[in-house]
């Protein structure tokens, strides 16, 4: 069953997310695992294909958008997109901003980084999951 965690950020503003989502990616990658970078819109993926780049001087993730993609790619580790992903992303799930309600549960665990603006539309998600049984874990996330 997925394991949902929620990271709640103290830090405001689009960029405090996606510098914290970029670091989970990064962690994530590092762990050897498959992530999918699920995004609100075109901009917001643009934004974090240039960020997973630039985020932390030395720091390598490979990763493209989804739109790249090619059909046959089995080696890209990293993809950011707005829909649901293809075939071979189900293993860790990062959701900076879009709905990822239809396709959640086919990862092994979903990150819900969810921004102090947010946190009112967190907490109905939290319960959606509570109450469909799934392992839930919150973490705090002060700014840096």
Known sequence: M???FFYILEAEGAEALERFACRLTEKAHGEGHRVYVHAADAD???RMDTLLWVFRQGSFVPHCAANDL???DRLTPVLIGT???PAGFDDVLVNIGGDASGFFSRFNRHNEVVAPEAVADARSL???YKDRGYAL???KIAPR
């Open 83 to 85: 829909g649901a992903p």
């Open 44 to 46: 917001q993926v643009a």
């Open 137 to 139: 874990t919150t973490h």
């Open 70 to 72: 090619a059909d046959d």
């Open 126 to 128: 939290y319960r959606f």
């Open 2 to 4: 997925t394991e949902v």
